[in-house]
């Protein structure tokens, strides 16, 4: 069994910056990647990015080059730094484990946390 604890979404104006973070605990989260999905009202849920247990990442290109995803292998925690927000970046973040591979896509397990809002608005 896997759980998270997400925090970090709140509300901020255009241009500004938030930092998510995901506090994952259980056997298998240290031997799998760990992503960053959000859903906005009537969309689906998109990847956001993700990180390996090696610290290769995947972005969607929608956040490249404003979004940032680490983690810290031995709190087994992922952190979600995103700057130069934008209104359509506003969603509920979802933390999840998944795989990444070489290539570069994320598949996800399905363990997902309970997620946090982010909403951008002036």
């Known amino acids: 069994q896997v759980q998270f604890v997400e925090s970090g979404g709140d509300l901020v104006q255009p241009g500004g910056s938030l930092r998510l973070s995901c506090a994952a605990s259980g056997s298998i989260v240290s031997r799998n990647a760990m992503g960053w999905y959000r859903q906005a009202p009537g969309k689906q849920r998109e990847l956001v990015a993700g990180?390996?247990?090696?610290?290769?990442?995947t972005y969607a290109d929608s956040v490249k080059g404003r979004f940032t995803i680490s983690r810290d292998n031995a709190k087994n925690t992922a952190y979600l730094q995103m700057n130069s927000l934008k209104p359509e970046d506003t969603a509920v973040y979802y933390c999840n484990i998944g795989r990444l591979v070489y290539s570069g896509a994320y598949y996800p397990y399905d363990y997902w946390g309970q997620g946090t809002q982010v909403t951008v608005s002036s």
């Open positions: 990180i390996n247990t090696i610290d290769q990442t």
